[in-house]
């Protein structure tokens, strides 16, 4: 996992959430536009980004302080160890996240 934050903030996240696996950061978020993802005001406070807070909200999940950029759209890779893409999502807006679920299924045909 990628984060566009300061190392302090991936260990911080890291322990608060007991995430089992090592976290990255890339402040310069090279690697964000190496991937092609989306940045904008208009991205993160577009109408469907609002209706999928709305979804998170009543699903018990709250916004909690932002770090790092702010206005970076993220996405999910799945890249084998030969450097072969098996899996690519890039966010449209904020909220558009890759399924769990379709990510476990890639991962266990690997």
Same mark, same amino acid.
């Given at each position: 996992?990628?984060?566009?934050?300061?190392?302090?903030? %991936?260990? !911080?996240?890291?322990?608060?959430? #007991?995430? =089992?696996?090592?976290?990255?950061?890339? =402040?310069?978020?090279? *690697?964000?536009?190496?991937?092609?993802?989306?940045?904008? &005001? %208009?991205?993160?406070?577009?109408?469907?980004?609002?209706?999928? !807070?709305?979804? %998170?909200?009543?699903? +018990?999940?709250? #916004? /909690?302080?932002?770090?790092?950029?702010?206005?970076? @759209? +993220?996405? !999910?890779?799945?890249? /084998?160890?030969?450097?072969? /893409? *098996?899996?690519?999502?890039?966010?449209?807006?904020? +909220?558009?996240? %890759?399924? /769990? &679920?379709? @990510?476990?299924? &890639? @991962? !266990?045909?690997?």
């Amino acid at each position: 996992m990628i984060g566009n934050g300061q190392p302090w903030q %991936a260990k !911080a996240f890291a322990e608060e959430e #007991q995430i =089992p696996f090592e976290l990255w950061v890339d =402040p310069k978020m090279e *690697a964000y536009a190496a991937a092609g993802l989306r940045r904008g &005001v %208009a991205k993160v406070f577009s109408g469907r980004s609002i209706g999928h !807070a709305w979804r %998170a909200m009543r699903s +018990g999940f709250k #916004q /909690t302080k932002v770090q790092g950029d702010p206005w970076q @759209l +993220g996405g !999910a890779f799945i890249i /084998t160890p030969d450097g072969r /893409t *098996a899996y690519e999502q890039v966010s449209r807006e904020a +909220g558009d996240h %890759a399924s /769990t &679920v379709e @990510l476990l299924k &890639v @991962l !266990a045909g690997l």
